[in-house]
């Protein structure tokens, strides 16, 4: 059974700095496909990194060049590093894996 578990989301000002958790068991993060997501309430879930099982990483053009994607295959745990923050990154933020496997979602409020 896979169980996601997010953690790091908070309140930080415009410009400052997140780093978001996702502790995984029942997958092995060095050869599954992982990815993170953010909602806004009345919005789809929007895709914002994946990282392969080989470690190749794509992101969103809205996040590219402030978020990066990685994980510590030793722990199982993926990371987001969230830089350069701006009120439109508010969302709650999920970590998910393939078929279906969602972690409960991490609230990023990005305010001054």
């Known amino acids: 059974q896979v169980r996601l578990v997010e953690s790091g989301g908070g309140v ?21 496909v992982m ?36 994980r510590d295959v030793t722990e199982n745990i993926l990371y987001l590093q969230m830089d350069n923050l701006k009120p439109e990154d508010t969302a709650v933020y999920y970590c998910a894996a393939p078929r279906g496997n969602w972690g409960q979602g991490t609230q990023v409020t990005v305010s001054s």
Not at 12 to 32: D, E
Not at 39 to 57: C, D, F, N, S, W
């Open 12 to 32: 930080v000002q415009p410009g400052g700095s997140l780093r978001l958790s996702c502790a995984a068991s029942g997958i092995i993060l060095g050869v599954n």
């Open 35 to 70: 990815y993170w997501y953010r909602q806004v309430p009345g919005k789809p879930r929007e895709l914002v990194a994946t990282i392969t099982g080989i470690g190749h990483t794509t992101y969103a053009d809205s996040v590219k060049g402030r978020f990066t994607i990685s």
